[in-house]
């Protein structure tokens, strides 16, 4: 949680579709002790196409981050997250202040394509 701002907006992937604002304490529950409690590891997370723009004491970045987590019982989950962040700068320090996580829908089930790639 260092990388986030107190005041972190959040879009993520999965109810509730925006945290509150301020998000931190429900992104920390959420993000940390939720999902790594039900996936202890180990874990794999590998970043493609990272693009960081920054201008002044404000930054974008956008990545496709593919991520495989392991269940308590050994059985894997592997998704592809498209991730938009962004950054300011506050006491020499980047942080994210808003996060959009998402995937692309098929059109033809109106069900999110997880394993999608560019």
Do not use: C, Q
């Amino acid at each position: 949680m260092a990388g986030y701002a107190p005041d972190v907006f959040v879009f993520g992937d999965s109810t509730p579709r925006e945290f509150p604002t301020p998000a931190w304490n429900a992104i920390k529950k959420d993000f940390f002790e939720d999902v790594f409690n039900a996936f202890p590891g180990p874990d794999t997370s590998s970043i493609d196409e990272l693009s960081i723009t920054v201008v002044g004491s404000v930054a974008y970045t956008h990545y496709v981050n593919d991520v495989t987590l392991t269940r308590k019982d050994g059985s894997k989950d592997r998704a592809i997250y498209r991730i938009t962040d962004v950054l300011r700068k506050r006491n020499g320090k980047w942080l994210v202040v808003l996060e959009h996580i998402s995937f692309p829908i098929d059109p033809k089930t109106g069900k999110p394509d997880v394993m999608s790639k560019p």
